[in-house]
């Protein structure tokens, strides 16, 4: 079955530097989700787009930004990047309706900001 | 505000019963759900309830009772690859985020 993919899987990027992450969520599923999570820490929810339209905005900075395109793959893109910005990025969706509950992960991104 | 409960740590040997309680206080409630994650990895989707009583899938079974805010995961026959920190986490309505409770780390040993 087709699982969220994302990419890269690594990134490592220099302070004020720009990093795009890029998220393809499983066909049919009508809501994406941005989540950052720091080492032993639970996922924070950053932004969600349901049926592409911004749903939902968390704990993100205004240095993030993010959409969801009209092939529902979507992007995070993060500006003068700081060293507290290296974390794991995770994508995720979930199905419509009855299944609204379930929330399916990629794999995440891995990013180090030096 | 939104906050959720979880024990940090929970210990158990091989075989046996352990479970994991979340407590939650959210403005709204759609649902609860419950997540594995190894270390490394990707949180992985388990169990979720909507109504209060319980599911079960597997060896993992799911509770809720809405009255009290409050679920519980129940993983029963553990297994050492079992080994890894589970998640709670509230929906509080459709085509919101799902809020993560802090998670609780499980140590199954031989």
């Known amino acids: 079955a087709a699982g969220v993919i994302q990419s890269p899987r690594h990134l490592i990027k220099e302070k004020r530097e720009t990093a795009t992450l890029k998220c393809y969520p499983i066909?049919?599923?009508?809501?994406v989700y941005w989540y950052q999570q720091g080492p032993g820490q639970d996922p924070q929810f950053l932004i969600s787009?349901?049926?592409?339209?911004?749903?939902d905005k968390g704990s993100i900075p205004d240095r993030f930004s993010a959409q969801q395109f009209s092939d529902y793959h979507s992007e995070l893109n993060m500006s003068s990047l700081e060293l507290g910005d290296s974390a794991l990025y995770f994508c995720?969706?979930?199905?419509?309706?009855?299944?609204?509950?379930?929330?399916?992960f990629g794999n995440g991104t891995r990013l180090t900001v030096t | 505000g939104q906050s959720l409960e979880q024990p940090s740590e929970v210990t158990a040997v091989e075989g046996a019963i352990v479970q994991i309680n979340c407590t939650y206080q959210?403005?709204?409630?759609?649902?609860l759900s419950w997540y594995q994650q190894h270390d490394g990895g990707a949180p992985t989707f388990l169990s979720y309830?909507?109504?209060?009583g319980l599911e079960e899938t597997g060896r993992f079974s799911s509770f809720l009772s809405r009255s009290d805010s409050y679920g519980y995961l129940l993983l029963q026959e553990l297994q050492m690859k079992d080994s890894a920190s589970y998640f709670c986490?509230?929906?509080?309505?459709?085509?919101?985020?799902?809020?993560f409770g802090p998670g609780t780390r499980l140590s199954v040993l031989p």
């Open positions: 995720a969706s979930s199905p419509p309706r009855d299944r609204g509950m379930e929330l399916h």
């Open positions: 066909p049919r599923h009508d809501t």
């Open positions: 787009f349901y049926e592409k339209m911004q749903s």
């Open positions: 959210t403005s709204g409630f759609y649902g």
């Open positions: 309830n909507a109504l209060d």
């Open positions: 986490a509230v929906r509080e309505d459709y085509g919101q985020n799902f809020v």
